[in-house]
């Protein structure tokens, strides 16, 4: 069997494990979805509450605020999402015991993230789908003059630089067997508050400011938000996008490479074993 | 291709690193110096020096051999597995499998290879047959026949059809073991690392997996290093045997000449249960004396220095 078959069969190992994963544990996938939809819609509300709290003087656009955050709440649903698919790529096997079996197997590390990767990517797409359809239906919001197809563009290609980063943040729970898994909250929540998720970065301190130009998530939201809420075309979004492809670019061999060293580290000091 | 399918040449393994400034460590030294101890160096390194899993080991394992481990509990067994397994690196010395090097080539090392462990690890939601395919998947099998192969596989070691597709969780410690032993079965290894695989069965599923052993070997001419407790089981299976001791590699022959180095008793020959409690017991009970002896130099350098403390404070009581 050639090698290229072999590589396409483990890669496919991942999807279809992942997605049995999510079919024994549909009851845990429903939770976390209504979870996900209140989160969204309670962040949304703020937008009508501005409305009211500042007064009709104030003329503060309830409506548009609204689709902000709700533009917000949906890219930031995707991209953590495929953010902790991919960071589980440990985790989950030391939870389930079978770390070693896979770590094992006659496969290279690019191929067992590609597998990770892809079912990431295609799930949080469904699953962020769900929500907006969701959040779409409480706030009948209007999304006539919304480019639907731009908005999705700049999401797979924002996806890039995320997976760079999900793959180097996989190594905590590799490095820290008890509470590795825990540790890559931090890097979302960092992303979270110089990203610009619920806030235009120039709010926050110079000094965050900085942080925000080479946050990925920055530039995802700032396209998806010309796409939704101005209906910018496609072939328009290419200063958000170039800056995410080269950051993807850069990023994705890090990773591995970083992963590659991480586990070389835990080969060597006995870490793969279940009781670390 | 080299007749041996294993070299383990001067393997060596640790774990952990020499803990600094352990002040209680420092008291207990100087505390047993003062009282005309000849210092407690040996005990010191042992509880404080990094773990030594492997200590210099070396052995071969002929193809188409089955080659058993004993060893007590932490004697180095799972270590020296997971080295060949490319689990683990080691600090020196030298691995090969099939001629090859598990550091330097490792998946061609990992095609070759499969692998039962004590615990029988698997996503315990899913279903024999998920985990199986998947498993087959990773080693670059899929299509039909994989399906039909794991039924096959699993039917031949006593499982029930209805169980293969049934969340794992759902299934007997027994039962899990059976679908671990088909999964290393699957991808047809040339070699095949069983880590107690027999631990924890009842008498008829270790018989089972007993025989599928020994028709590895028959018919597959698979190579295969079999770690485990049961004495019975080493004799009836392993061409030969090694015994491991704190990592190191104290004996290592056929079951028969093995029983040679042990004395007899009553006139009648050794079993190699007798023979493994003759090498590592001895062993043991020394250890134990040194553990005795090192706990007693401990406690009389507290007691010493409650009591030097209690005299300094005793004018202050008394005032």
């Known amino acids: 069997m050639s090698t290229a078959i072999q590589n396409i069969q483990a890669t496919y190992a991942f999807v279809e494990r992942n997605a049995n994963l999510v079919k024994r544990y549909w009851t845990w996938e429903l939770v976390w979805m209504i979870y996900s939809i209140a989160n969204s819609l309670s962040v949304s509300f703020i937008g009508m509450g501005m409305e009211v709290l500042s007064g009709e003087q104030a003329n503060v656009d309830g409506r548009f605020l609204v689709l902000y955050l709700v533009i917000g709440t949906l890219v930031w649903r995707y991209l953590t999402t495929v953010f902790y698919w991919i960071t589980d790529v440990i985790s989950i096997e030391r939870w389930e015991g079978t770390i070693e079996y896979t770590l094992m197997a006659p496969i290279r590390r690019v191929v067992h993230m590609a597998g990770q990767t892809i079912f990431a990517v295609f799930y949080s797409l469904f699953f962020t789908g769900v929500v907006l359809v969701a959040t779409v239906l409480v706030f009948d919001l209007d999304m006539s003059q919304a480019n639907l197809w731009g908005g999705l563009v700049m999401l797979i290609a924002g996806s890039f630089s995320f997976i760079g980063i999900s793959i180097m943040v996989s190594v905590l729970p590799l490095l820290f067997p008890e509470r590795g898994a825990q540790m890559t909250h931090i890097v979302i929540a960092l992303l979270l508050l110089v990203s610009g998720v619920y806030y235009p970065i120039e709010v926050l301190p110079k000094t965050l400011q900085v942080f925000g130009v080479v946050s990925p998530a920055t530039y995802v939201l700032d396209g998806v938000r010309l796409t939704l809420l101005e209906g910018t075309p496609t072939n328009q979004l290419w200063p958000q996008i170039w800056p995410v492809l080269l950051m993807g670019a850069a990023l994705i061999p890090i990773g591995l490479w970083v992963f590659n060293l991480a586990e070389r580290y835990a080969k060597r000091t006995g870490k793969l074993a279940r009781n670390g | ?319």
């Open chain 2, 1 to 319: 291709m080299s007749e041996n399918a294993i070299i383990v040449n001067q393997v060596i393994k640790r774990f952990g690193k020499a803990k600094q400034n352990n002040w209680v460590k420092n008291l207990i030294n100087r505390k047993a110096k003062s009282n005309g101890h000849n210092g407690s160096k040996p005990a010191e390194e042992e509880i404080n020096g990094p773990v030594m899993a492997l200590d210099t080991v070396s052995f071969e394992i002929k193809q188409g051999e089955i080659f058993g481990v004993l060893g007590p509990n932490g004697s180095g067994k799972s270590t020296l597995i997971r080295l060949m397994s490319t689990l683990l690196l080691p600090d020196d010395g030298q691995i090969l499998v099939m001629g090859l090097d598990p550091v330097h080539q490792p998946i061609e090392v990992q095609r070759m290879i499969n692998r039962v462990s004590v615990e029988a690890s698997f996503f315990k939601k899913l279903s024999p047959m998920e985990n199986l395919i998947y498993g087959a998947r990773l080693y670059g099998m899929g299509g039909k026949e994989i399906r039909q192969r794991v039924v096959k596989i699993l039917t031949r070691l006593g499982l029930e059809k209805r169980n293969i597709f049934n969340p794992m969780e759902e299934m007997s410690r027994g039962m899990q073991q059976k679908v671990a032993i088909a999964r290393a079965l699957l991808s047809r290894p040339k070699i095949l690392l069983l880590d107690e695989p027999t631990t924890g069965l009842d008498p008829v599923s270790k018989r089972e997996v007993q025989a599928v052993v020994n028709e590895l070997k028959e018919h597959e001419g698979t190579t295969i290093l079999l770690t485990t407790h049961d004495m019975m089981e080493a004799e009836i299976l392993c061409d030969r045997v090694a015994i491991l001791h704190k990592g190191k590699l104290i004996a290592l022959d056929t079951p028969e000449a093995l029983k040679e180095l042990a004395p007899r008793l009553n006139g009648h020959k050794p079993s190699l249960e007798d023979v493994f409690i003759h090498l590592t017991g001895d062993k043991l009970k020394e250890e134990e004396k040194e553990d005795i002896e090192s706990a007693q130099a401990m406690v009389h350098a507290i007691t010493n220095t409650e009591e030097t403390v209690e005299e300094e404070l005793q004018p202050a009581l008394e005032q």
